[in-house]
């Protein structure tokens, strides 16, 4: 219990006694910053995790899903928590990712991100999760007759020798036409 008076120039004005519950269940331990939702990320290139754990000191378990957090997969078991962690995304795209982070000695508490994430390939230059003659199409769009260049340009980059050229659409036709190798780097 407390006590709480009200007071205006020195004169008590109402004096009660409150009884209060402090519901402690509802304090998250963590906070998923990044992703968080809506950020689109590229197979196999670095990103960055980001959280925030304002009350918990202890390393951290990371856990990524593609599937809206039916499953989950271990990014790694235990790491220091300083609020970042470099990861690269698997080859498994998605539109239904979501990250996982938690205490690393038996995973609670834990926090995930509150919306989904893209996971998407090089190649895939229109982000709809396909690789597809579609995107080489927009790729020559872009290199021959100036059209709206790949966002980011790594979808476009798909052999990874750091340019997006005619070398890159050929690459993604002869996966598409051929079994040629698959974009992104080795």
Not at 35 to 58: H, L
Not at 123 to 134: E, M, N, Q, S, T
């Amino acid at each position: 219990w407390f006590r709480i008076a009200m007071k205006t120039s020195g004169t008590t004005i109402d004096d009660e006694i409150w009884y209060m519950t402090v519901d402690t269940s509802t304090i998250h331990e963590f906070f998923v910053t990044k992703p968080n939702g809506g950020e689109t990320y590229i197979a196999q290139e670095r990103e960055d995790i980001k959280w925030k754990s304002p009350y918990f000191s202890t390393n951290v378990r990371l856990d990524y899903s593609t599937d809206g957090g039916s499953n989950w997969y271990n990014i790694t078991p235990s790491t220091y928590n300083d609020g970042d962690y470099s990861w690269y995304p698997p080859n498994e795209l998605s539109s239904n990712c979501y990250i996982k982070i938690s205490d690393a000695a038996d995973e609670d508490p834990y926090d995930i991100s509150d919306n989904p994430f893209k996971i998407i390939q090089r190649g895939d230059f229109d982000k709809d999760g396909i690789i597809g003659l579609g995107d080489v199409m927009l790729l020559a769009i872009y290199k021959f007759k100036s059209g709206t260049p790949p966002d980011p340009m790594l979808l476009g980059d798909v052999n990874c020798d750091g340019l997006v050229e005619v070398n890159d659409i050929i690459y993604l036709a002869n996966y598409l036409l051929k079994s040629g190798p698959e974009p992104g780097c080795p």
